[in-house]
């Protein structure tokens, strides 16, 4: 049997998931395989940054999976049995994070966190989930589409052989897809091998409750965290030359905790962490996302909110070429943007482990804000864009107007309901001064099968500071920014206004070369 789609993702793990409920918003039609049947009930994973809480509060997502998730304090103590007090505390979240973000981080193991994505997706019509089929082969047609064959996992037997404009590769860093178009994958596919013991205890007298969101063992090379509400944790330990503690589970937890407690045994895996990143995210119509494109080790809980800003980058911009306003230019900068993008990151966190395995610390110099929402992004479609370096894990996060950053949260209202960053998500934004000439030139613009884009005008002050409006004294300052948060652009004032926001939209949708800057830098 032949079918067709508009967008195969094959995965419905994070990265899939996310995938599909921003193209469904976008009413783009999409398949999503996978050859699970159902969630994996190991936690895996256990949390996610506020960027990408961002991602779920765009997709309305985030008040269920904040009230699925762990109650943690936002803090990593580093100690040593727990009968002793912390020998240090690192804040993770709270007072100190919320000023750049509307969002915090979410602690909640992966298992939950798929379980509330699948739940919405049940709510995207343009969207059909399938479960019990993986990828065999892959076809890339003359005319730039695709046609993927499926199996069912359980049987072998093939089941249809899909056409698709687009496929994205979204099955986990052993990806099918990413070998079968023979993309490298580079780095260190093993830098060490760990034992996970998952196991149910009442830690609440040392470790208080709510508990930390990370322990960093130091008696032991460990770390132990909570996964789930009903007393439910997983600790880890490296598998070196002299093992990974002893054979027997219950004596391993309480050498992992120091003290005798109660232990329920509920798992004991061994695996290895690496860092790996793809030589290339797009092969033709097959784009990566996830793990499939870049593979990090636990350090910094730095997975899925890696693999939800790929699928913020890319989703508007298939959505945009289905819809017939995105250009040529557009498909190609997602592997221009998040590529390098991507590597770094891969490179500050294989630093970050190196630093935590070699000194039994993790207090390397990285702010992890930088890692979430600190780097810029730097394709032709950025006018204005400078030759630095795209990350500068060294660096502390400061928000940020310039081309290609992340757009800052500023609130919209007293009541701090309203973010700058809900206003973005579907078309371009230009952010501006109420009283400039920008709100009546972006109504004008307003013509069926062109570029969307609408106004955010506002007087606030907190946002006029925020995307520097009145730079060098203009009221005629104004920011552009992309459906994914991103700025493409921004002006201090043009002297023909309507031609330079034409010409920025064309460049920033992929429809022209880029322009010369305005002078801005």
Request: net charge negative.
């Amino acid at each position: 049997m032949d079918v067709t789609h508009q967008v195969v993702i094959v995965g419905a793990g994070p990265a899939g998931m996310v995938t599909a409920l921003l193209l469904g918003d976008l009413g783009v039609d999409c398949l999503v395989v996978d050859k699970r049947t159902q969630i994996s009930p190991l936690p895996r994973a256990r949390g996610i940054h506020a960027r990408a809480s961002e991602i779920l509060r765009q997709l309305r997502v985030e008040q269920d999976m904040t009230a699925a998730a762990l109650r943690v304090r936002p803090q990593m103590e580093i100690r040593g049995p727990l009968d002793q007090p912390p020998a240090a505390t690192i804040p993770t979240g709270g007072a100190d994070f919320a000023e750049v973000s509307a969002c915090e981080g979410i602690a909640i193991a992966q298992d939950l966190f798929e379980s509330v994505l699948r739940d919405h997706l049940a709510h995207r019509p343009s969207v059909e989930l399938r479960l019990g089929l993986r990828a065999t082969d892959l076809e890339i047609l003359t005319d730039g589409t695709a046609v993927v064959g499926l199996a069912d996992t359980v049987n072998g037997e093939n089941v249809c052989r899909v056409h698709a404009t687009y496929i994205v590769a979204a099955d986990g860093w052993r990806s099918e897809i990413r070998s079968l178009c023979k993309i490298d994958f580079h780095g260190a596919e093993s830098l060490a091998a760990l034992r996970s013991v998952l196991f149910r205890a009442d830690l609440a007298p040392w470790l208080g409750d709510p508990p930390p969101a990370f322990v960093q063992l130091t008696h032991v090379p460990g770390i132990l965290l909570p996964t789930h509400a009903d007393n439910r944790w997983a600790t880890m330990r490296f598998d070196g030359p002299t093992g990974a503690g002893p054979g027997d589970v219950a004596r391993f937890i309480q050498e992992q905790l120091g003290i005798d407690v109660t232990a329920e045994p509920l798992g004991d895996t061994r695996w290895s962490v690496g860092v790996q990143w793809a030589s290339s995210m797009q092969h033709g119509p097959v784009l990566l996302a996830g793990d499939a494109a870049h593979r990090v080790t636990p350090q910094g809980a730095g997975g899925i909110s890696m693999a939800m800003a790929d699928a913020h980058n890319l989703t508007w911009k298939l959505a945009a070429i289905l819809d017939g306003w995105g250009g040529p230019g557009l498909l190609p900068s997602y592997d221009a943007e998040r590529g390098p993008v991507s590597r770094d990151i891969c490179r500050a966190n294989q630093a970050m482990w190196t630093s935590m395995a070699e000194s039994g610390s993790s207090a390397a110099p990285t702010d992890l804000r930088m890692l979430d929402m600190g780097y810029r992004y730097a394709s032709d479609l950025i006018i204005g864009r400078d030759d630095g370096p795209v990350l500068d894990a060294a660096a502390t996060y400061t928000p940020s107007a310039n081309p290609g950053a992340r757009a800052p949260h500023a609130w919209l209202d007293d009541d701090r309901r309203q973010s700058t960053l809900d206003a973005y998500g579907r078309g371009f934004v230009l952010v501006c001064r109420r009283r400039s000439t920008w709100p009546q030139i972006v109504v004008r613009y307003q013509d069926p099968g062109t570029v969307p884009v609408a106004a955010l005008d506002t007087e606030r002050a907190d946002v006029v500071a925020a995307y520097g409006l009145d730079r060098g004294g203009h009221v005629d300052g104004a920011v552009l920014v992309r459906p994914d948060g991103h700025i493409a652009w921004r002006t201090n004032g043009e002297a023909n206004p309507e031609s330079a926001l034409h010409q920025a939209l064309a460049n920033a949708s992929g429809n022209t070369p880029p322009a010369p800057h305005n002078g801005w830098r």
